[in-house]
């Protein structure tokens, strides 16, 4: 098995897959050995697995998956948009 460094730009590019499950189990370990060592990723992971969570808990409208995997990348664009102009 090759080991990658994974960065946070890694990570932000790839949040929304491993969310949906989609990250082979060896990139998986990687994504959460990142998440083991980087406090901002980690704060960045746990806001957006909550925010997923509070809407799909509160019933008020329904979203596809497509949909909501829409919505997770369109948050993740602007977070690195952000991170960008830092």
């Given amino acids: 098995m090759t080991h990658l460094h994974i960065n946070c730009s890694d ?3 790839e ?5 949906d499950g989609e990250v ?3 990139f998986r370990a990687q994504l ?11 704060i960045i ?3 957006v697995r909550k925010t997923l969570r509070i809407l ?10 497509t949909e909501l ?4 990348e ?3 664009a602007r977070i690195r948009g952000l991170k960008e102009k830092e």
């Avoid at 959460?32 to 980690?42: N, Q, S």
């Avoid at 995997?69 to 997770?72: A, E, L």
């Fill in 11 to 13: 990570f932000r590019a």
């Fill in 15 to 19: 949040i929304g897959n491993l969310l």
């Fill in 24 to 26: 082979d189990p060896q």
């Fill in 32 to 42: 959460e050995a990142h998440l083991a060592e980087c406090k901002a990723c980690t």
């Fill in 45 to 47: 992971y746990d806001s």
């Fill in 56 to 65: 799909a808990d509160t019933n008020t409208f329904e979203l596809s998956a």
């Fill in 69 to 72: 995997k829409s919505g997770t």
């Fill in 74 to 76: 369109s948050i993740m």
